[in-house]
């Protein structure tokens, strides 16, 4: 294996690992949603912010009546499209 594969194989995993880690967040904030995690919680906090920063593009994107459908799609759209593209990307650096 070349040093440039190397390289480029290394780089493609921190891509992917990056794209994982917000994903994460997002489903993290999801959960803690409709769980009813306590706001004044400082970790709940850092997530929600995390999550609003992330999903800024996607978020109120859809129009549900109840508000627990509204940040399922939102939030989770998100979080499909960074993994979708993170790993896209990810795969197409593996490959050269």
Same mark, same amino acid.
Not at 28 to 49: C, E, T
Not at 55 to 79: N, P
């Given at each position: $294996?070349?040093?440039?594969?190397?390289?480029?194989?290394?780089?493609?995993?921190?891509?992917? @690992?990056?794209?994982?880690? $917000?994903? %994460?967040?997002?489903?993290? +904030? @999801?959960? $803690?949603?409709? /769980?009813?995690? =306590?706001?004044? =919680?400082? /970790?709940?906090? *850092? !997530? &929600?912010?995390?999550?609003? +920063? /992330?999903?800024?593009?996607? &978020?109120? %994107? *859809?129009? *549900?009546?109840?508000? +627990?459908?509204?940040?399922?799609?939102?939030?989770? %759209?998100?979080? !499909?499209?960074? %993994?979708? @593209?993170?790993?896209? @990307?990810?795969?197409?650096? &593996?490959? &050269?």
């Amino acid at each position: $294996m070349s040093p440039e594969s190397r390289g480029a194989n290394q780089a493609g995993t921190v891509v992917a @690992i990056v794209a994982d880690v $917000m994903a %994460l967040i997002l489903g993290l +904030w @999801i959960l $803690m949603y409709l /769980l009813d995690a =306590n706001r004044a =919680n400082s /970790l709940v906090q *850092f !997530v &929600h912010d995390a999550a609003d +920063w /992330l999903a800024g593009w996607s &978020h109120d %994107l *859809f129009t *549900f009546h109840k508000a +627990w459908a509204r940040v399922v799609a939102g939030y989770g %759209l998100a979080a !499909v499209v960074y %993994l979708f @593209i993170g790993h896209a @990307i990810a795969n197409r650096m &593996h490959r &050269h």
